[in-house]
């Protein structure tokens, strides 16, 4: 089966400038922004520009520049909200979520970047 992508999504509306956001960083294909509900201090989704839905979808379908461009552009992130565990910042947390099991709420890769605090146990156990 191939992956459908719903371009009304909320991140498909972003990318458009249907509605706004709060840009952190921004390169040819990829887009760093806020997110509206942050889980710790510091809390950015990446995301790139192109009509992914997940982060298998991404990795077997993105060009290898999307892909260059989108790790690049995480990595500079990581710097630049002061998260970067090389002796200036105290770590991250990076997070992606794929589908149903992986309670993916928005059907456009994206990849969270946690940081400000301890994370805590990598899950819940239940
Ligand atoms: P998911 O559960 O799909 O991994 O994460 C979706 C994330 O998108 C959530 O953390 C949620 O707070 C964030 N989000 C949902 N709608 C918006 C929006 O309109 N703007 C921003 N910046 N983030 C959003």
Do not use: W
Not at 15 to 28: A, D, F, K, Q, S
Not at 39 to 45: D, F, N, R, S
Not at 95 to 103: L, M, P, W
């Amino acid at each position: 089966m191939a992956y459908a992508y719903d371009d009304q999504n909320i991140f498909a509306k972003i990318l458009r400038g249907e509605i706004p956001n709060n840009t952190v960083l921004e390169t040819e294909y990829t887009l760093a922004f806020r997110d509206i509900s942050p889980k710790a201090p510091e809390h950015v989704l990446v995301i790139p520009k192109g009509p992914y839905v997940t982060f298998d979808h991404f990795c077997n379908a993105a060009s290898n520049a999307e892909i260059l461009d989108f790790t690049r552009t995480a990595g500079q992130v990581c710097k630049m909200i002061g998260a970067a565990p090389d002796g200036t910042g105290s770590g991250f947390r990076a997070i992606t979520n794929a589908g149903e099991d992986g309670v993916q709420e928005v059907p456009h890769y994206h990849l969270h970047i946690l940081a400000g605090r301890p994370m805590g146990p990598m899950l819940l156990m239940r």
